[in-house]
Each structure stands twice: as C-alpha cells, then as structure tokens.
T-cell receptor, first 116, second 112 residues
Framework: EPEVTQTPSHQVTQMGQEVILRCVPI?????FYWYRQILGQKVEFLVS????????KSEIFDDQFSVERPDGSNFTLKIRSTKLEDSAMYFC??????????????FGPGTRLLVL | GQQLNQSPQSMFIQEGEDVSMNCTSS?????WLWYKQDPGEGPVLLIA?????ELTSNGRLTAQFGITRKDSFLNISASIPSDVGIYFC????????????FGQGTTLQVKP
C-alpha cells in the first residue's frame, strides 16, 4: 500500500538555525499539507499546497516558514530561524482531494524536531 | 477559529469493555475522520464519514456522522490491549482546501 514518507525521523538543531523537513507524498496525490503537534497536544494545521502554491496557511505559518515542491516527488517545509517553541512533531499529509469526493488524507510518520 | 471539543480526555478501561468517545463543534463539517496515533508515530486513519447520519464500521470500531453535521462519535467494542493509544477526531469544512481540524484527543488505556 502506498504511503507518505518523511525524513529525517528526528532532528536536533540550535535555536536560530535553519531546518528543512522533507516529505514524499503518495505519488498520485495532488494536495499536500504540513501539520505540527507539540508534545502532548493536538495536531494543528500549518499549510496546504496545491498546484505549486500555498492554498491556505494558519496563523502559525509565519514568515519564518516556507514550503516548496522542488521536483515531482518531494515536498519540503523550511524553518528559516528556529525558535525553542518550534520543537514539535511535524507531519506531512497528502490527498487527491477534489473538494467533495471521497478522499482521505494520509499522514506520514512525522519528523520530531527539537530546538535547543 | 473552528474548534472541535473531544471527550473524554482519557479513559482507563478493562479489556473486553466497550468504549465510546465523541467530538462536537459549533461549526458544520463536510467530513469527519477518526485517527489513532501510537507514541512517536503519525495518525493512522480508522474511519472516514462523508454524509450526515452515516454510520460506518471497521471491525470492532463504529463511527457516526451526526445529523446536524456538528458532531461525531466513535465506539470500540470488546476492547483489547492493542487498542491502547490516542484517538483523534478530525473535521473537514465544506469548500475549504481540505485542511483538517483536530480534536484534543482521547487517550485510551486498556488493562489486560
């Protein structure tokens, strides 16, 4: 069964450093998402991406965050200057989503980011 | 912003017991999803609901999409130790970009 993959599984970085989290969505999917989950809390939406542009972003997704689909398979989340409060599990998700049909959002295993 | 209120926050039950959890919102959702998350892993989809009133089963799991489109419940029958984990409801609003809004989660512990 196809699945969303993410790398790295864990990343430790110093405050102020840039990090890039990588995702490979399911191959025929068209919509891509990043979510984050601070330890012990609920999963929160960060950004959705379709047709090579951001379609929606949350208040969390400020100027320090960016997303990119550099080629036909990868989908990346970049944090330019990490803060302590960016420490969280980051999940990538993808779906075929056409606004009404029966699509399902599939999640990757996550990248645990720790900012020191 | 939209919020989902999920309850209970945690449950500690005996193996073999049935479990029920629910989510409510003041917003109308187009889709309700139930996910399970094991420690250190991503959410895994259990059941997806797309129509008001829909009742769907997946093995020992049953979920329903509320008639008002503002709530959903998940039942687990005859719980087993591997049911342990955190269960999240997630809703998808009509006409948006497909983003999911998650509940706070229900932590389930099963005593053998």
């Amino acid at each position: 069964e196809p699945e969303v993959t993410q790398t790295p599984s864990h990343q430790v970085t110093q405050m102020g450093q840039e990090v890039i989290l990588r995702c490979v969505p399911i191959s025929n999917h068209l919509y891509f998402y990043w979510y984050r989950q601070i330890l012990g809390q609920k999963v929160e939406f960060l950004v959705s991406f379709y047709n090579n542009e951001i379609s929606e972003k949350s208040e969390i997704f400020d100027d320090q965050f960016s997303v990119e689909r550099p080629d036909g398979s990868n989908f990346t989340l970049k944090i330019r200057s990490t803060k302590l409060e960016d420490s969280a599990m980051y999940f990538c998700a993808s779906t075929t989503f056409s606004g009404g049909a029966r699509e399902t959002q599939y999640f990757g295993p996550g990248t645990r980011l720790l900012v020191l | 912003g939209q919020q989902l209120n999920q309850s209970p926050q945690s449950m500690f039950i005996q193996e073999g017991e049935d479990v029920s959890m629910n989510c409510t919102s003041s917003s109308i959702f187009n889709t309700w999803l139930w996910y399970k998350q094991d420690p250190g892993e991503g959410p895994v989809l259990l059941i997806a609901l797309y129509k008001a009133g829909e009742l769907t089963s997946n093995g020992r799991l049953t979920a329903q999409f509320g008639i008002t489109r503002k709530d959903s419940f998940l039942n687990i029958s005859a719980s087993i130790p591997s049911d342990v984990g955190i269960y999240f409801c997630a809703g998808q609003l009509r006409g948006n970009t497909g983003k999911l809004i998650f509940g706070q989660g229900t932590t389930l512990q099963v005593k053998p």
